[in-house]
């Protein structure tokens, strides 16, 4: 299993900018793919960005232009640089991570969460 505690959200208008950040540990060799998900009310939880042991990102839809996700491999840490935000950005952002190969969709972790709003 992974633990992953997560960090930087709050409160943002509309335009503005919020980056989060996500450290990974437990009892693991070394992770593979690590990822940012969101929940926003009444909705299911989505991707939104993911990074590669290899250092390659990818972006859904929502994200592409706007959010960007790096990583320090010597910390095993995640991040999410998130610009130009909007009101239908509020959600709670959920880091993900992969202990080995994989896919992010099956993380070995999952974070607590930091909620992120964006007012109008």
């Known amino acids: 299993q992974v633990q992953l505690v997560e960090s930087g959200g709050g409160l943002v208008q509309a335009g503005g900018s919020l980056r989060l950040s996500c450290a990974a540990s437990?009892?693991?060799?070394?992770?593979?793919?690590m990822g940012w998900y969101r929940q926003a009310p009444g909705k299911q939880r989505e991707l939104v960005g993911f990074?590669?042991?290899?250092?390659?990102?990818g972006y859904t839809d929502a994200a592409k232009g706007r959010f960007t996700v790096s990583r320090d491999f010597t910390k095993n840490m995640v991040f999410l640089q998130m610009n130009s935000l909007k009101p239908e950005d509020t959600a709670i952002y959920y880091c993900?991570?992969?202990?080995?190969?994989?896919?992010?969709?099956?993380?070995?972790?999952w974070g607590q969460g930091t909620q992120v709003t964006v007012s109008s």
């Open positions: 437990g009892n693991f060799f070394r992770i593979g793919v």
């Open positions: 990074i590669t042991d290899g250092g390659l990102p």
């Open positions: 993900a991570a992969k202990a080995g190969p994989g896919s992010i969709e099956k993380s070995d972790g």
